[in-house]
């Protein structure tokens, strides 16, 4: 298994644009999570999908949405981009939910927005 | 609100010397505790627990309710060890989220 798969790698976005992020979990896990990592910050928590339905919700805007799939792969969508959605995107993969499962960390996505 | 704290940035210990990660929280009950771990050009990952309350790569962590700390110890540190290192919480009362706190770059000196 190569583990949590994201993407794209890297993308380049201009302001008010949107964007899709992807994200494979690891076979047999049912729950996916995205984080936002800033530069110099640890990740902050933007959802929990377990099953294809949102178990968890951080403190952001609107804008940011996710899904979940029949195969539990998942997308995290972002909408009007401003400069300050330039981050490190990371999703990770868990049997269950995140409150006690370890969780299993993608390489990320760069996500530049100019 | 729950919170993840770590006062420091950054930390270098000389190869053998004892380490200690500070980690201090927030929250209201009982919590769930973590410190993952990122080592150079390697994924985030898990390197303990606090429910698991085992040892891993030598390092161990204490749950201190009183202090409201995690702190990640390890008698003798090795250059292996040199990475960033993230205290993390969740917990019943987390709405199903999860609080990484800013993370401590530890350098150890060889």
């Known amino acids: 298994d190569a583990g949590v798969t994201q993407s794209p790698t890297h993308l380049i976005k201009t302001r008010g644009q949107h964007v899709t992020l992807r994200c494979s979990p690891i076979?047999?896990?049912?729950?996916v999570s995205w984080y936002q990592q800033v530069l110099g910050q640890g990740p902050q928590f933007i959802f929990q999908y377990y099953e294809k339905e949102e178990r968890g919700r951080g403190n952001f805007p609107d804008r940011f949405s996710a899904r979940q799939f029949p195969n539990y792969s998942s997308e995290l969508n972002v909408n009007a981009l401003l400069l300050g959605d330039s981050a490190l995107y990371l999703c990770?993969?868990?049997?269950?939910?995140?409150?006690?499962?370890?969780?299993?960390f993608g390489p990320g996505t760069r996500l530049t927005v100019l | 609100a729950q919170r993840v704290t770590q006062p420091e940035k950054l930390l270098s210990v000389f190869k053998g010397a004892p380490v200690e990660l500070k980690c201090n929280y927030s929250y209201s009950g009982s919590p769930e505790l973590f410190w993952y771990v990122q080592y150079s050009r390697q994924r985030l990952q898990l390197l303990l627990r606090h429910i698991s309350r085992e040892s891993i790569k030598g390092f161990t962590a204490d749950l201190n309710k009183g202090e409201t700390s995690f702190h990640l110890k390890k008698p003798f540190a090795q250059e292996e060890d040199s990475a960033m290192y993230y205290c993390a919480l969740s917990g019943p009362n987390t709405g199903n989220q999860f609080y990484f706190g800013t993370g401590t770059s530890l350098t150890v000196i060889p």
């Open positions: 990770a993969s868990s049997g269950e939910t995140v409150v006690t499962d370890t969780q299993y």
């Open positions: 076979s047999g896990h049912k729950s």
